[in-house]
Nanobody
Framework: EVQLQASGGGLVETGGSLRLSCKAS????????VGWFRQAPGKERVGISC?????????FYSDFVKGRFNISKDNAKNTFDLQMNSLKPEDTAVYYC???????????????????WGQGTLVTVSS
C-alpha cells in the first residue's frame, strides 16, 4: 500500500522559514517523481515543486516560489523535503506531498496531477 505522510507545518511570521517533510512507503521511491502542492482556503490546489525520480534529480518550481523554496529528496530514507524561506502571508495553505510514477515532473506541477497524496499539513504565515 502506497503511503505518504507529511509533517512540519505550523505557524510562522512573515519572512520566516519552515521545512516540510514527507515520508513515503509502499513503492520504489527512487523511481518515482515526487512533489509538493498547496491549497489555500477557498482556492484550488496548485503545484509548487517536484523532483524527478530517476537519477537526474531534475526539479521544477512554480514561479511564485522560485528563489524561496527548495525541494530535496533522500532515497536512502524514503523522504523528500520542502524548505520554505522568506514566507509570506499568501503562502498560508494546507500543503500536500504527492507521488506519481508516470507523470513528468513539470506535468505533475502544471496540470496539476499525481496518483498518490499525503494527508496535508497546515502552514500559517502571520503578517
Amino acid at each position: 500500500e502506497v503511503q505518504l505522510q507529511a509533517s512540519g507545518g505550523g505557524l510562522v511570521e512573515t519572512g520566516g522559514s519552515l521545512r516540510l517533510s514527507c515520508k513515503a512507503s509502499g513503492f520504489i521511491f527512487q523511481n518515482v517523481t515526487v512533489g509538493w502542492f498547496r491549497q489555500a482556503p477557498g482556492k484550488e490546489r496548485v503545484g509548487i515543486s517536484c523532483i524527478r525520480g530517476d537519477g537526474s534529480r531534475d526539479t521544477f518550481y512554480s514561479d511564485f516560489v522560485k528563489g524561496r523554496f527548495n525541494i530535496s529528496k533522500d532515497n536512502a530514507k524514503n523522504t523528500f523535503d520542502l524548505q520554505m524561506n522568506s514566507l509570506k502571508p499568501e503562502d498560508t495553505a494546507v500543503y500536500y506531498c504527492a507521488a506519481d510514477a508516470d507523470v513528468t515532473c513539470r506535468g505533475m506541477i502544471t496540470i496539476p496531477y499525481a496518483d498518490y497524496w499525503g494527508q496535508g499539513t497546515l502552514v500559517t504565515v502571520s503578517s
